[in-house]
């Protein structure tokens, strides 16, 4: 059984940065590891997903601003996110997969079958 519990939303100014943390009991590395958010009105969506000990895919509006990373020891995974802007304001969820798959399942049909209780991230102009 895994749980996950996150941490590390919060407001930021434009341009700031903020590291996102999923503390999860029971994950390797063969899993597949993923943030997703969802911003007001909007349905969930991928923003990264680390498949295995190999792949990492971003969305387009993630890449060279999120970098998404994993410390199996500390039973943790990260999303440092930089750059922020007011549209990266959002509910972000971590998600961890027991059976990894391409990453196009990610981004088509959602995460594994467990999710952290989300965090609010809030970017201000």
């Known amino acids: 059984q895994v749980q996950l519990v996150e941490s590390g939303g919060g407001f930021v100014q434009a341009g700031g940065s903020l590291k996102l943390s999923c503390s999860a009991s029971g994950i390797v590395m063969s899993n597949a590891m993923g943030w997703y958010c969802q911003a007001p009105g909007k349905q969930r969506g991928l923003v990264a997903v680390?498949?295995?000990?190999?792949?990492?895919y971003y969305e387009d509006f993630a890449k060279g601003r999120f970098t998404i990373s994993v410390d199996v020891a500390k039973n943790t995974f990260y999303l440092q996110m930089t750059n922020l802007q007011p549209e990266d304001t959002a509910v972000y969820y971590c998600?961890?997969?027991?059976?990894?798959?391409?990453?196009?399942?990610?981004?088509?049909?959602?995460?594994?079958?467990?999710w952290g209780q989300g965090t609010q991230v809030t970017v201000s102009s």
């Open positions: 680390k498949i295995g000990g190999g792949e990492t």
């Open positions: 998600n961890v997969d027991m059976y990894p798959r391409p990453s196009d399942y990610y981004r088509n049909y959602g995460g594994g079958d467990y």
